[in-house]
């Protein structure tokens, strides 16, 4: 065993961590992820002699190699898909013995963690074992692997193993449901085993990440954008050494915060990453929002600085003279990229031909340190400016990760703009660090150009809001979505009509999560291997989460939530004072109601009830069943609730909608048959040309609550397609 483990260590610069536990005296399971054909060679050059291997009698006929190995006394060979394949290593596990389960059953098609068969659970119970895990990290990008994407002839490998855990009690519910928990719960620890090992010996901050994808990947696509740029992390990493060390030339730019204005073109996330490799903190600006709203959120911030580009504000149609007004310096791209010397470029070029990425790599960004400055949607009020730090976008992405079975070959198409956190995580830093190709895009309102834009480029993986996708529905060919397997939807609740006509028209499930720019944003998602129609899925793994009572509402609390992905803090000092006096807790705002098995369903946003004679009313729920009652209006039907005071009964109700046509009878009929009271009808209907939503696909309720009273909107709004 020992020249074995040097062998592997000369190769794979193979250690094993935390080995205690192995010496736990049986009956003991040992469940490692299996991802690649030397597993167990390096499991068995760590665990003593008395440990089996379970393997398959089919696999083990296929040759006299694979018998010889998957044959002997340290193996229990088994038919995987015989009833009776437990008997044995329940016989060996009730006598004492220490079994090395791979319970997924075979190896990894995708590189990352599959589902896990019910035998685990049953074989757990019956014959009350003791469990530790394992992760192999690295393993799943040695030579020998099932999945298609890229592989090391001898890449760096350890093994990791967790404390002893025991199984928990689940008391009253069938043997069947009880298999099937348990063995959900070995998986869940395994994926928790994961991140956090990611995140102790992974790269500490997002723009490490990317370098460190770009060493292993330097010739894949890593962007492309609508004007047919294309960007090889090469010469991503190229581009990022270049705009860096320009920017590293201006004054005082070290912590600086510094905004950026820019569409979702490449130039975005490559700024984006030059600012923290000069180690600016980049503010992202909205500038859909308009330019008093823009001016505020720079005031905010304490911006003196923006990034932006001539060919942006010129096709845009934003007037840069307010912002020189208000005394911020506008650095222009093209001016900057003008200014780059010559040696520089050869330089630079030089260096990622032969360490791709590697003065990225060695940034040298503290984990707390801010990473970027985000403003929420506003979408109840005014913006607030969020911090987030770099373990905050890095512990997200790699919690996202964990959880979502990506392979190397997946496309992601992103038109959610960046200065929203969906996009900027989700879209951008999500791939980037994953090592998948993501198509830019500068806008999620082109209804028509989107889906062939999607089909053209046969990418796998969109995003969208329930806004955005029922408007890629109407103008989409049943075919444009033909490569899509993973549809993710969030920034606001998913209609039942979406989800039906996504099923039926395009074949597509969509993936509904929740999140919050304060979270980096994901709080929890559906997954291809747990999904709960109509949840918005299950915590991320690291999260906790408690739910606090609200007087008048039954069902569900107030969802507060703690992990690593939760923001640094606000730049608002009252906002910021609020946030701090709950000790690590971020208060989402929403009341949710959370199942057995742990699916969260929001019930609708704390602000968004109404005490209507003296009883609280769910306006998000009384939305959700006018929404889909009345298919007779078409797909542009669009209802918004509001809440108004009301001297008799406290609050009332009034619908805006863009269709003349709805009345109070038909409101009626449709809230009865939702099962809803009496209390929930609203009294009024406010007929407008079109219910305004912000860029992310959010209704804008204040601009609602105005036209409700009968004033302007204060501010010039920049329409998002314009970019």
Known sequence: ?????????????????????????????????????LDWLFLGAVLDRDWKFVTSKATANTSFLHRMIMTGSRTIPIDPHSPYAVRAMEEHLESGGRLVLFAEGQISATGSLMRLYDGTGFLIRKADAKVILCYLRGANRIWFVKHRGWRKFFPRVSAHFSDVQRPPEFAGIPHAEERHRLTDWVRDRMVLQQ????????????????????????????????????????????????????????????????????????GLPVTILSLWGAGAVPALLNFSSGTPSLLRCARLSGLTRVVTSRRFLEKA??????????????????????????????TALVRNLIAPGIRSLKAGLRPDDTAVILFTSGSEGTPKGVELTHRNLNANVRQAMSIVDLTDDDRFFNAMPLFHCFGLTAGTLFPLVRGCAT????????????????????????????????????????????????????????QPATFDTWAQQFGVRILEGYGATECSPFVSVNTRIHPSYGSVGRLLPGMECRLEPIDGVEEGGRLLVRGPNIMKGYVNEDANERFKAQGGWYDTGDVVRIDDKGYLYICGRLKRFAKVSGEMVSLAAVEAALSDAFPRFGPKFQVAVLAVPDADRGESLIAVTNEARLTLADMRLAIHAKGLGNLCFPREVVVVDAVPVLATGKVDYPACQRLIKGVPSEMSQVPIEAA
């Open 317 to 346: 149609g934003i007037d840069p003279r307010p912002m020189v007004a208000a005394g911020l310096d506008l650095i222009f791209l093209e001016d900057v990229r003008a200014g780059i010397p010559t040696r520089s470029k050869v």
């Open 195 to 266: 991140f956090d090992v990611e995140m102790e010996f992974g790269p500490s901050n997002p723009l490490s990440a990317v370098a460190q994808t770009a060493g292993n990947i330097p010739g894949r696509t890593a962007l492309e954008d609508s004007t047919g740029t294309t960007l090889s992390y090469r010469r991503l990493m190229v581009a990022v050494d270049l705009l860096s060390g320009a920017f590293r030339r201006l004054n005082r730019i070290r912590g600086e915060r510094v905004g950026v204005m820019l569409p979702n073109v490449n």
């Open 1 to 37: 065993m020992v020249l074995l483990r040097l062998l592997l260590r000369l190769l794979f610069g193979f250690r094993a961590y935390n080995l205690e536990p192995l010496r736990t005296p049986g009956p003991v399971l040992l469940i490692p992820n299996h991802v690649s054909w």
């Open 439 to 494: 198509y830019l895009y500068p806008s999620p309102l082109h209804y028509r150009t989107v889906p062939a834009l999607v089909y053209e480029r046969a990418c796998t993986v969109l995003l969208g809001t329930n806004t955005f996708l029922n408007g890629y529905a109407r103008k989409a060919h049943c075919y444009d979505f033909n490569t899509v397997r993973f549809l993710f939807a969030g920034a606001e609740k998913v």
